[in-house]
């Protein structure tokens, strides 16, 4: 039998090149404990049919030996990433039974290794929200407490790894939605730096905050799947080359904004907790220096609405997905898209047009692409004196299912996270420790953000990290 809980892609791969279990046995374990859960859980929207035909055509490539990190290895996809001949409906009714036409960037590199693709994963619709709730075909659920959100909007990828149901998958991050839900289920989440993944085949949410990240059970699981994703592309016009960046000698000082971490709303367990990381890595020789960063939530939820409501646009049932009969062009457009898109969906895209009407583009967008450039500006001066700014990743645990029913109040849970993508640093949150919460135990999650480029220093810090015996 399969250890599942301690098994992790390095060691999956160590097993299958050694003949210890074949990749139809690890698909089949996979499947077994889908089987199990899922219904309960809700991380999958779908599981594919092909599942053990994929592994068995991956044991045929080690039989003849090769050897490729993620050959053999279940990995979870969300439902926003195309692969070709498979539904993809960004958990709309939309986009209800959409087939992609065509491989995303990234699942052509990991079809290249020999990835098995279990299913796809459910999302808050359209990567539009921080919970999973906002998904058409309901709420994932978080595999430590079932009353309780997963995190989203990569939430059913999340929750797929946290049960064991997958030993690594892809999300989706515009302002958080790979690292909020990695804290909230307990595993890791990594965003890279804007452009360092392709977006070719993304479903686009808003596209200059989109990045396709890996989710896994440890930081070196992650860095596994980053290593095959990661690189430049001819079809992603944002896509960056990877001899952009240099690398820095290491000051051994990192940031940490106390001012916002101190402020009201932050629940009183996560800031203990994160006071007690900042004394584990004083403890590992680094200097914390206080740093100043602002509260970035409104500049980033107007450029979020801004470019879903224009991302969105062509979503109107008269070439694909969802369409509703009326008496003429324009009702049908009214039913389509009011019996297709969510209400979160439907808010961001009026207030995304509102800000981009005339008389109020300069007020609010204009104003708010001003404000990127000099937090950019502000960024690049900031890691010239730190190495790494620390964060929480989520100022609150997980609450419970629908009691947030204030939108504002679930924007807020992205206060530390969306900074990241705002000037296209990249950002991993790593499990920090449990709060006690009843009779449940919750994690809780740090986050790490690093200057253009400094996907390495974070792996390296956050293996630093899970190797601390007595941490928090």
């Not at 990695?182 to 890279?192: H, N, Q, R, T």
């Not at 949410?205 to 699981?221: M, Q, W």
């Not at 004394?279 to 020789?285: D, I, Q, R, W």
């Not at 980033?300 to 008269?318: C, H, K, P, Q």
Request: charged share 25%; aromatic share 10%; with cysteine.
């Amino acid at each position: 039998m399969i250890d599942l809980e301690n098994l992790t892609i390095k060691k999956a791969r160590k097993a299958l090149d050694e003949k210890v279990f074949s990749a139809v046995d690890l698909a089949r374990a996979y499947l077994v404990e889908i089987e199990k859960k899922n219904t309960e859980l809700n991380a999958y929207l779908e599981v594919y049919d092909d599942v053990l035909e994929q592994a068995r055509q991956a044991d045929e490539r080690i039989a003849k030996g090769e050897s490729y990190p993620l050959l053999g290895i279940p990995l979870a996809v969300k439902d926003v990433i195309l692969i070709k001949g498979r539904k993809v409906s960004a958990a709309s009714k939309i986009l209800e039974n959409y087939t992609a036409s065509y491989n995303a960037t990234v699942i052509d590199k990991l079809k290249k290794q020999g990835a098995v693709f279990l299913g796809r994963t459910n999302t808050d619709e359209f990567a539009l929200g921080s919970s999973t709730e906002n998904s058409a075909y309901g709420a994932t659920k978080n595999p430590h407490d079932y009353l309780r959100v997963a995190g989203g909007t990569s939430g059913g990828s999340a929750a797929a790894v946290a049960s064991l149901m997958a030993l690594g998958a892809l999300g989706s991050d515009t302002g958080g939605s790979v690292r909020l839900p990695a804290a909230f289920c307990g595993i890791v989440g990594f965003k890279p730096t804007y452009g360092r993944v392709s977006r070719h085949g993304l479903i686009a949410a808003a596209s200059s905050l989109d990045c396709i990240g890996p989710i896994a059970k440890t930081v070196e699981d992650a860095q596994i799947i980053f290593d095959a994703i990661y690189g430049h592309d001819v079809l992603d016009s944002t896509s960056i080359t990877d001899t952009t960046y240099s690398k820095p000698p290491l000051k051994k000082i990192i940031g940490v904004p106390w001012d916002l971490i101190n402020q009201e709303g932050i629940d009183p367990e996560i800031k203990e907790n994160f006071k007690k990381t900042v004394k584990s890595f004083e403890n590992l020789g680094f200097k914390i220096k206080d740093i100043k960063l602002p509260n970035c939530i409104a500049l980033y939820y107007i450029i979020n609405f801004a470019e879903v409501s224009t991302n969105l646009a062509r979503f109107d049932g008269m070439r694909y997905g969802l369409h509703k009969d009326g008496s003429n062009l324009l009702q049908d457009y009214f039913l389509t898209k009011g019996s297709g898109f969510g209400k979160e969906s439907r808010r961001r895209i009026l207030l995304g047009t509102y800000v981009l009407s005339a008389g109020y583009y300069d007020a609010y967008y204009g104003k708010a692409q001003k404000a990127r450039v000099a937090l950019r500006k502000e960024f690049r001066e900031l890691f010239s004196e730190v190495d790494l700014v620390l964060t929480p990743t989520s100022p609150i645990p997980a609450w419970k299912i629908g009691e947030k029913s204030d939108p504002l109040s679930v924007y807020l849970a992205d206060i530390f996270t969306v900074t990241a993508n705002i000037v296209g640093v990249p950002g991993i949150s790593i499990p920090s420790g449990f709060v006690q919460i009843g009779d449940k135990k919750l994690p809780l999650g740090i986050q790490f953000m690093a200057s253009h480029g400094g996907e390495d220093l974070l792996f390296k810090i956050g293996q630093e990290f899970e190797s601390i015996k007595d941490g928090p």
